[in-house]
């Protein structure tokens, strides 16, 4: 007798894996929604959109994962189409508590949490009176999420992905250097996680330790480990001590470094292999010399003393490079030249395998060495000169990859600048926001500066932003396969 049941073999989703994740995904985070609003009922706060998202994540959650599978190996395509879908039906399930208890249109709610789960930090939150702490620690803990990789967590917790989440992983982290630490996928995932988790944990007891409080200390981690940038306090970090602003320019400093690399020093004792890789060493010299050259600026146009000179121009060169977006002053109120230090370090980013954002160090890397090969061309033209980074052979595929990384990159970027141009009539406004949002920044400048905010932006703007800060975090490729003909055919077939 033929069983009524599906077979798991048969799944009833035309895209099981990506049906899977998503229904797995979306337990999860309507798990935590729940204990969030467990936790507003005990402090007598708004408890409805923790419920309605708690009840629609468990419940669609539980569809999806009814009406998909991951027993087959997913192809390619499967791969980009799971990633890019499963970072944009996140914030749309995240988006409930701030649209329903955080009194935000739809529109708004959906640009805040997607922000926070791209770890990008832009806000249009003007009134921060009016959220209680729940809404507050959800703000901050997506970006910890969105920061960690949900799919990486997820290869961790559940051991059956395994062969979903290999093809997924490297779905999205695209970029040139896809280092595995050890054999296994979990195990580097492991490896990850743990030196997250670590992080995490130093930053919450050194932010206690100079005497931030214990809701801000917990919020301020979750947001600084991730280079997410939300912060509960409306001034964000100029309302706290010089001592908390190094101690959050160091930790902000390591969230743009490798992550297997962090692994290698802090867990490996390997203490030379950041001297040895070229990424790190280029990394740490862009951060030196901006920070110097922005300090100098601030001593001699603005009357800094040396400390406060130091201590401000570090902390924004780190925060903007790795796009978490904290600031330790009003930087839009400074001269024209400090402010393009910063706005260049926009387009440079963290190393690739960081939770930074951005076009990142390798790509550059990358693009230096071809323009360095070219000029030896034109002198000895019948040389053969292979391309390298550091002792590294680079093959064609990654100089393909990173050409046609830029040029999305760039693309994508000028379409925003130009639709928000058109909208908002203000090239500083259009320029620094599409920067901010497609490198998952945050602040910009003018009236989207860092204590400024997004909500007075036309409709349409955001809906461009929402959709940079989409194709930012998951690296471009996945959200641009979409609108290829042959991405569709693959999945169809």
Request: charged share 10%; with cysteine; glycine share 10%.
């Amino acid at each position: 007798m033929r069983s009524w049941r599906r077979s798991a073999e048969a799944p009833l989703s035309p895209i099981p894996v990506a049906t899977y994740v998503t229904g797995t995904v979306f337990l999860g985070l309507g798990g935590v929604m729940g204990l969030l609003g467990v936790v507003d009922g005990l402090y007598g706060e708004d408890v409805l959109g923790f419920v309605l998202g708690a009840l629609l994540g468990i419940g669609m959650g539980l569809l999806f994962r009814r009406l998909g599978s991951v027993r087959s190996e997913p192809s390619r395509a499967e791969a980009l189409f799971t990633v890019a879908a499963l970072w944009l039906m996140i914030p749309v399930l995240g988006a409930v508590p701030f649209w329903v208890s955080g009194g935000m249109p739809y529109l708004d709610a959906l640009f805040e949490a997607m922000s926070g789960f791209t770890t990008t930090g832009a806000t249009v939150l003007s009134d921060f009176s009016a959220w209680g702490y729940g809404l507050f620690l959800w703000r901050s803990l997506i970006q910890w999420f969105g920061g960690m990789g949900i799919l990486v967590l997820f290869i961790v917790v559940l051991p059956h992905l395994a062969v979903a989440g290999r093809q997924m992983f490297f779905a999205e982290i695209t970029g040139v250097q896809k280092e595995q630490l050890t054999p296994k996928l979990r195990q580097t995932a492991q490896a990850i996680l743990r030196v997250y988790l670590t992080l995490t944990a130093v930053t919450l007891v050194a932010y206690l330790l100079c005497g931030m409080s214990p809701f801000e200390a917990v919020a301020n981690t979750l947001s600084t480990v991730s280079a997410g940038g939300f912060s509960p306090n409306p001034q964000s970090f100029s309302a706290y001590s010089p001592l908390i602003q190094w101690v959050a320019a160091g930790v902000m400093f390591l969230t743009g470094v490798n992550l297997l690399l962090q692994y290698r020093v802090f867990f490996g004792r390997e203490l030379r292999a950041p001297m040895r890789d070229p990424e790190f060493r280029a990394y740490g010299l862009v951060v030196l010399f901006a920070g110097l050259a922005l300090a100098l600026t601030l001593y001699l146009r603005h009357g800094y003393g040396l400390e406060p000179a130091l201590r401000h121009a570090y902390f924004q060169v780190t925060s903007l490079i790795t796009g978490t977006g904290f600031a330790s002053t009003d930087f839009a109120q400074w001269v024209i030249s400090a402010q393009a230090i910063l706005v260049s370090l926009m387009f440079v980013g963290g190393s690739a395998g960081s939770v930074g954002g951005s076009i990142k160090v390798i790509r550059w890397l990358v693009v230096g060495a071809i323009v360095r090969r070219e000029f030896i061309r034109v002198l000895h033209p019948q040389a053969v000169l292979p391309l390298r980074v550091g002792k590294k052979s680079l093959t064609d595929d990654a100089m393909r990859s990173v050409a046609a990384f830029i040029t999305l990159y760039v693309m994508l970027f000028g379409f925003g600048a130009v639709v928000l141009g058109m909208l908002e009539e203000d090239f500083v406004v259009a320029f620094t926001a599409s920067a901010a949002a497609v490198g998952n920044i945050g602040p910009g400048l003018g009236a989207v500066g860092p204590m400024a905010h997004y909500a007075e932006l036309h409709p349409l703007s955001k809906l461009v932003l929402i959709f940079q800060m989409w194709a930012g975090r998951i690296e471009l490729i996945a959200v641009f396969s979409l609108f290829t003909p042959e991405l569709w055919r693959k999945l169809r077939s």
